[in-house]
């Protein structure tokens, strides 16, 4: 790093990295949520902004309701490139675990976008479903494939495709102390020919002219510069120009062979961490001649849970597997269609429903949607160590009055989740893998976004 920013700059990055990192949060606008008070902004952001310390957001009822995501800063910077890629209508965010810049190109998305947040490792796919459920837009579909499954299976079908590659983690150093210690130059290396694997299997699935938005947390020109000059090269894309205000202090190409418009974030210049992005062009004509499968036709929603969702102006679909039910908005149900034709779905549109024999359960997704049709349920609001022994999954007791039956509890007015009444206590049907497991006892009602209206 001397070497590519000289002494003076070295040092004041060296002295950067021994600071506390910054926090950072986005509010759920789709939920009519907001910044309350006069929290710093994250200049680059239209959502984002800064906290002055980091609360116990475990405890705090609205992290769980999908009200805000804590995010980093730098990376917020994806709002940017999605500007200049216009009113894409299929989005692909290939290494898209845990969530964060899903959540945000999803807010950056027109409504009639779809947005496919894939992450090919299990495990990760599972937090990454959650997290997209929790931010509550129907127009999302969660993937658990390989880079080559969409490149194989379908051929210039995604007008954007993010690329946030598994790096070397250098930019990571202050936060995350696995990084520092697994950190070598031959990790480096190992690292800047994955992102080339990854990067030309999907490739095939950008259409001719599509936007391919690539980033990493790391430092070094291997993974950055240098990987997007073979992209260029190889796969025949051009660099595209995003437009950054001077007071951001973003930093250009530190490579001395590539002059076109990279982006990277400095901790000693910018307030966040090591950042690095490049928005490319395609220019290669889209392949002929892959593997395409039949869409998978999907057939109204009906009652009882169609009365549970808000109406579209298309209607809604449905999708199930197994014993569990999604519901597809109409707009984009011919997409999700070919999608679910040819791709591992862990899920798509609003997690609806179990099916229990003749009956629907519903499920914690359709308590967190947008879409939601709360007076489809009966409501009851919990208090403060209610909403914490909820999402505990505890056993609850409610009002006497409470109908029988499936209730949705309620949070500062807003939808927390399902119970199923039966008398004498509640079944709670908080999701099991969603809760909270930490031993401490006390709700942290934090302050920093309150809802609109």
């Known amino acids: 790093m ?34 309350a008070g006069t929290l710093a902004a994250v200049p680059w952001s ?8 980091r609360p116990a957001f475990t405890f705090d009822p609205l992290f769980h ?17 999605l500007r200049v890629c216009g009113s894409p209508r299929k989005v692909l965010d290939l290494c ?13 998305l027109p409504p009639e976008s779809l947005l496919v947040s894939n992450e090919p490792v299990k495990l990760r796919a599972q937090v990454l479903v959650e997290n997209m459920q929790k931010w509550g837009h129907p127009a999302t579909v969660v993937t658990n494939n390989y880079p080559a499954d969409f490149g194989g299976a379908l051929p210039g079908y995604f007008d954007v495709i993010a690329v946030d590659a598994p790096c070397s983690g250098e930019g990571m150093f202050r936060k995350d102390n696995p990084a520092l210690e ?38 070094n020109t291997e993974e950055n510069e240098r990987n997007v000059m073979w992209m260029c090269r190889e796969l025949g894309a051009e660099l595209v ?6 007071a951001w202090s973003i930093t250009g190409s530190l490579c001395d062979e590539l002059s076109g418009p990279v982006y990277r974030f400095l901790p000693h210049l910018t307030e966040g961490e090591g950042f690095f992005l490049a928005l490319l062009r395609k220019t290669a004509p889209a392949l002929q001649g892959q593997r395409r499968t039949k ?48 791709l591992k779905v862990l899920s798509a ?81 908080y999701p099991q893998n969603w809760k909270i497991r930490s031993g401490y006892t006390t709700v942290i009602d934090n302050k920093f976004v309150e809802r609109i209206g």
């Open 65 to 81: 309701q999908g009200a805000y995501y804590v995010q980093e800063p730098s990376s917020m910077f994806v709002e940017q490139a």
């Open 46 to 53: 239209s959502y984002g902004h800064y906290l002055n310390e």
């Open 241 to 246: 120009e995003i437009p950054v205000d001077a």
């Open 349 to 429: 549109g609003v997690d609806l429903a179990t099916v229990k024999g003749r009956k629907l359960q519903p499920l914690q997704g359709l308590a967190l949607s947008h879409c939601c049709c709360t007076d489809a349920f009966p409501r009851v609001a919990v208090e403060g160590e209610e909403a914490l022994a909820y999402l505990r999954r505890q056993s609850l007791t409610l009002p006497p009055s409470t109908p029988r039956g499936y209730v949705l509890l309620t949070w500062q007015g807003q939808p927390l989740g399902f119970v199923n009444n039966l008398g004498a206590h509640a079944n709670n049907l």
């Open 182 to 219: 697994e950190w070598s130059t031959d990790n480096v290396m190992a690292c800047a020919s994955r992102q080339r694997t990854i990067v030309k299997d999907v490739w095939p699935a950008l259409a001719e002219g599509g936007y391919l938005i690539y980033s990493t947390c790391t430092y």
């Open 295 to 342: 869409p998978v036709v999907l057939p109204k929603l009906k009652e009882p849970a169609l009365q549970w969702l808000a109406p579209r102006p298309e209607g809604w679909r449905m999708w199930q597997s197994g014993d569990q039910q999604w519901a597809i908005d109409g707009w984009h149900a011919a997409s999700v269609g070919q999608l679910l034709s040819a």
């Open 2 to 35: 001397e070497l590519l920013l000289g002494r003076e700059a070295f040092l004041r990055l060296a002295e950067a990295l021994d600071e506390p990192a910054r926090v950072a949060f986005r509010p759920n606008d789709g939920k009519g949520f907001r910044v």
């Open 96 to 108: 898209a675990a845990p969530g964060g810049k899903s959540t945000l190109i999803r807010s950056c």
